[in-house]
């Protein structure tokens, strides 16, 4: 399938997935990255006419079976919108084809900053449809990445109706010993990332697992883990 994709729709990441860099290099410091499912997840099919999502229409795979959830994508020639990221997530048939659509967008919000590295604006493609995995409407929400000095970081959001930005995660860690997604009280978890396969011939794959009651939807983490190995290699070519 092309990289190039221009129907959106809603996001359909489930709450744990394997995320790994999709190639062995970056370009201008930054990966473009895989996230594949978690054996035992139940694959989703779409409506070959419709496109429509339906829960009840999945198929369980085997205990060692695993298939492409969706591909970040850098994009780093977009003037306009520097540190560029789409995400782009799989769709399948029931006629055995697959198809990619577009289901969120992240960006710098600013050139201008003041802590370890430039807050990050995420946008979701499709925000006036019900998901059927989305029972709080979370991706209704627009969500920004902002950063302390100490390389950790926060997850604001700001949900339709409400005019400033809110944090509903702190975020320590780091890509090398996985990351913590917490309440803004720092006394209860919401997601987490492992520690990554560190084998030099593998894509640094490391597992990532969400709790239904986050309060971001479940592409954030994945997100976050992008823009902080970009951010970190910048700075260490300087």
């Known amino acids: 399938m092309t990289d190039l994709v221009s129907e959106n729709d809603i996001s359909l990441i489930p709450y744990q997935y394997t995320l790994g860099h999709r190639y062995y290099y970056a370009v201008n410091y930054r990966y473009d990255y895989t996230l594949t499912s978690i054996p035992g997840t ?9 496109s429509a999502i339906n829960i ?3 198929s369980s795979t085997s205990n060692d079976s695993t298939f492409e959830l969706a591909l970040e994508i850098s994009r780093s020639l977009r003037i ?3 540190g560029y990221y789409e995400v782009q997530e799989d769709r399948y048939t029931a006629d055995g084809s697959s198809y990619r659509v577009v289901t969120a967008i992240a960006s710098y919000t600013s050139w201008f900053y003041i802590a370890w590295g430039p807050p990050i604006t995420i946008k979701f493609s499709v925000t006036d449809r019900l998901n059927p995995l989305d029972p709080q409407n979370l991706t209704h929400c627009e969500y920004q990445f902002t950063w302390t000095w100490i390389l950790n970081g926060y997850v604001n959001r ?3 109706g409400e ?3 809110t944090e509903v995660a702190y975020v320590s860690g780091s890509s ?3 990351f913590y997604f917490w309440n803004p009280n720092e006394t209860h978890v919401y997601a987490n990332s492992t520690i990554p396969n560190l084998n030099p011939f593998g894509l640094y794959e490391r597992n990532v697992y969400i709790e239904s009651s986050a309060p ?3 592409i954030i983490p994945a997100l976050y883990t992008a823009y902080y190995e970009f951010l970190s290699n910048g700075r260490k070519s300087k």
């Open 42 to 50: 139940k694959k989703l099919y779409t409506n070959n006419s419709t």
């Open 163 to 165: 005019s400033d930005l």
């Open 216 to 218: 971001f939807p479940p």
């Open 176 to 178: 090398l010993f996985g």
């Open 158 to 160: 700001k949900c339709p």
């Open 56 to 58: 009840s229409n999945t």
């Open 80 to 82: 306009l919108t520097p």
